[in-house]
């Protein structure tokens, strides 16, 4: 897998912004066949502003970003003073995930 994570502005409330990605997703084949099927590609809202939400379609923050390094690491490259709502500073959490083994592409 190729992880990254991009960080954006928008007009969009996090629900159409989720349906937006849902849909590019859709344009590129993605099926979901059951939940947490093997994915062609896969993207998800991780943060959106402060806001903690939790509702049939959406949890924000991501409810699993703070133990991934997947996620914590390239978050920590584009935005080192990330702050998780509800959890804390991203920094702080690297010693949670310091044993996952990830590869860094250049």
């Known amino acids: 897998y190729v992880n990254a994570v ?3 502005d928008t007009t969009l409330t996090p629900q159409a912004l989720l349906a937006a990605l849902q849909a590019i997703e859709l344009a590129h084949g993605r099926e979901r066949p059951y939940r947490n099927a093997p994915r062609t590609l896969d993207l998800d809202i991780l943060l959106y502003d402060q806001l903690q939400l939790a509702d049939d379609v ?4 991501h409810p699993r ?3 991934r390094a997947f996620v914590l690491i390239p978050l920590l490259e584009i935005a080192p003073d990330t702050f998780i709502p509800g959890i804390g500073a991203a920094r702080d959490l ?3 995930v310091r044993d996952q083994a990830i590869d860094l592409l250049t």
């Open 65 to 67: 970003m703070a133990q």
């Open 58 to 61: 959406l949890t924000l923050p």
């Open 6 to 8: 991009a960080q954006l």
């Open 94 to 96: 690297l010693t949670q």
